[in-house]
């Protein structure tokens, strides 16, 4: 296993707010926040979802987030993952799979027709935006595999979702896999490839999509990241679809071992994630996952993961001193920062399984 070690020499804290105090902020701070996943309601809708299963006293914060993010959703709201429908829609999805009983067929029905009619010209029906797309796709993939219940409806947005992604393969450019800077989880390499896995899973297309992977499979060697927290995002996603079976060729276990022997954790670490860089989307907490989900669809764990290194970091930077700073945007308070990082380490702390 590769393991790593620190530079900094930190004592253990306990500052770490608790979820009290985190409530007390949230309210205080409540105007201010967008209606996003990563960086809004919908995606404190999902952690709020969880607690209030376990304590009815967040049902109260869980149904205000849900109540005042529907409201506002119209088909003027924009459709990109991070902020946007799209991410919305997924959380609804979450939701309603793991914590809240519902219908997603019913609840959702309106945004999957604005989502689907804002991707085509109604001219000639081809995608507006590739990128776009790509996320779409993304979302499409896995309202399949946790939303969808009626079979007719599967069926339709499973040949949807081939749609899809037979138009980005036909329409890919060459650079499309150029590293992305700066560095972010949420990129366009990661939405293709992780909805690629995500229906392959669930035995959609299955055989076209092995055939596109290995289309895909020179643009991906001849676009090998440089930075360490993209060689990680590009390991995860190539481990991932390895394992699931959607690529059987050796040159693929070849670019994962290649991946591997340059990545270097004390760059990572020390250089590249050494300040305040804690978040989920490009930061320390999806570093974390990242190598947790390469762990486990490898056929070996790869990392030592450094929980308690990652425990001193975020106790060091996230004190409620901090967090009230009013030089802080308070978008990074939200899933992609502390709620995000105390959802990470509920991997650690309860063995979850990984669902990433």
């Known amino acids: 296993m590769r393991s790593f070690n620190t530079k900094t020499n930190m ?7 608790s979820e009290s105090e985190l409530l007390a902020l949230l309210k205080k701070q409540y105007d201010e926040l967008e209606d996003g996943l ?40 924009p459709i990109e993952f991070p902020r946007g429908l799209l991410g919305i829609a997924f959380a609804l999805d979450v939701i309603m799979h793991y914590f809240k009983p519902g219908n997603p067929d ?9 989502i689907y009619k804002s991707l085509f010209k109604e001219s000639n029906k081809q995608p507006i935006d590739m990128n776009l797309t790509v996320e779409a796709l993304f979302y499409f ?30 329409s890919l450019p060459v650079n499309y896999f150029q590293e992305a800077i700066p560095y972010n989880i949420f990129n ?27 289309d895909l499979s020179f643009p991906l060697a001849s676009a090998m990241p440089l930075m360490q927290f993209n060689k990680l995002g590009r390991l995860f996603s190539m481990t991932r679809l390895i394992s699931l079976g959607c690529t059987k060729e050796q040159h693929w276990k070849d670019q994962c071992r290649l991946l591997r022997s340059s990545l270097s954790l004390e760059k990572l670490f020390n250089e590249e994630l050494g300040g305040k ?34 425990k001193k970091k975020i106790c060091q930077y996230t004190t409620l001193t901090t967090m009230a700073d009013k030089e802080v945007p308070f978008y990074q308070h939200g899933l992609n920062w502390l709620w995000g ?7 650690e702390t309860r063995k979850e399984p990984f669902r990433f």
Not at 66 to 72: A, P, T
Not at 286 to 308: C, I, K, Q, V
């Open 11 to 17: 004592n253990k804290t306990d500052n770490l707010p």
């Open 38 to 77: 990563v960086y809004g309601k919908a995606g404190l809708t999902i952690y709020y979802a969880c607690l209030s299963e376990k304590d009815p006293t967040y049902k109260t914060i869980y149904n205000k987030l849900i109540n005042d993010m529907l409201s506002k959703v119209s088909d003027r709201t």
């Open 106 to 114: 019913n609840v959702l029905d309106d945004l999957d027709a604005v």
């Open 141 to 170: 993939s896995l309202h399949l595999k946790l939303g969808i219940r009626s079979k007719v409806k599967h069926r339709i947005y499973a040949d949807k979702a081939m749609r899809l992604l037979n138009v980005i393969n036909f």
């Open 188 to 214: 366009r390499s990661f939405f293709l490839l992780y909805a690629i896995g995500s229906l392959y899973e669930q035995g959609i297309g299955q055989q076209r999509i092995e055939h596109i992977c290995t």
């Open 277 to 310: 860089q804690l978040g989920l989307s490009d930061g320390l907490t999806g570093a974390m996952l990242l190598m947790a989900g390469t762990n486990h669809y490898s056929e070996r764990p790869l990392f030592d993961l450094p929980w308690d290194y990652y």
């Open 341 to 347: 990082m105390k959802m990470a380490l509920a991997l």
